[in-house]
């Protein structure tokens, strides 16, 4: 007998990709849950499924920065933020933070069917009576039109996203005089791909080659450093509404033109801005 969930959550992580660097993704949760029937008829509540998953998901690898331990040029030490993250290739970065920030994986590099794997397995180990085994699945959101990926951290929210290298994967609508506008979809897109996004305020160190963000918020002190190149800094916190503001104000600057933008937070939720020239 098996009993299936499909989007039942997302899970928002940054991954570091010794070819890309820092990559930002969300991903959709299917579940499988295979066992047998108990008195009620029911093999595990559907009630009581979606917040059993989510809730181990959220408390584990969601929000981190999923480091493969095992890939070229990465070291990991102890500091006293509590977790020090190096690497060399294909940029230097360190990171540091508290060490729940982090999730070490033993691999040589983060693909969707290891981390599926890992987590199905996880789940199966603290199944509830009546259930033999999870299988979960994760995929990338289907995205026909311009989509970018992107790290950051919010220094002042009270949950995981103050964790300073988490990411998203999302899609990007711009309009001008009504009219979407692809090719500046695509352009914006690009140019996002993969950077880091930060508040220029946290700027603690910068010269012509790397910047160096730090803060402290609730959950401990982050930092990061990283090529200059690979980031972006706004004027204030970079929430789904600074972004579209900042982006709106970007394109209605360069082009001369009205402009509005429609940026995502990952998967289904975001925020809309206009901007004038
Ligand atoms: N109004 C805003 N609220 C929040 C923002 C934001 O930009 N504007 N950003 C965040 C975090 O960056 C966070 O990464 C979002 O996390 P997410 O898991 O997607 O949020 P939820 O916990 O609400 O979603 P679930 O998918 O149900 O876990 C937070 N808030």
Request: a negative charge.
């Amino acid at each position: 007998m098996a009993l299936f969930v499909n989007q039942l959550t997302h899970i928002d992580v940054s991954l570091w990709c010794p070819q890309r660097g820092l990559v930002g993704c969300s991903w959709q949760v299917d579940a499988l849950l295979e066992g047998a029937l108990g008195e009620d008829g029911m093999l595990f509540d559907f009630g009581e499924v979606k917040p059993w998953i989510k809730r181990t998901l959220d408390g584990g690898l969601d929000h981190t920065l999923l480091i493969p331990t095992q890939a070229p040029g990465i070291t990991v030490t102890e500091c006293d933020e509590g977790l020090c993250i190096r690497t060399t290739t294909p940029y230097p970065m360190e990171v540091r933070g508290p060490a729940e920030a982090f999730s070490l994986l033993a691999w040589e590099s983060v693909t969707l069917e290891q981390v599926a794997k890992y987590l199905s397995h996880a789940l199966t180990e603290q199944r509830p009576a009546n259930v033999d085994r999870v299988t979960l699945t994760l995929s990338d959101e289907a995205i026909s039109g311009a989509a970018y990926g992107y790290s950051h951290g919010l220094k002042r929210h009270l949950g995981n996203c103050q964790r300073i290298a988490h990411g998203h994967r999302s899609r990007l609508a711009i309009w001008q005089s009504g009219e979407r506008q692809s090719g500046l979809e695509t352009h914006w897109a690009n140019w996002l791909d993969n950077r880091y996004l930060l508040e220029q305020a946290d700027i603690e160190h910068q010269d012509d080659e790397f910047l160096t963000c730090r803060y402290q918020a609730a959950q401990g002190a982050f930092s990061i450093r990283l090529p200059i190149n690979r980031c972006a800094a706004l004027p204030g916190p970079t929430t789904v509404e600074n972004i579209a503001i900042w982006l709106a104000r970007s394109i209605a600057h360069d082009s001369g033109q009205a402009t509005r933008v429609q940026a995502f937070e990952g998967i289904n939720k975001g925020a809309f801005a206009e901007a004038a020239p």
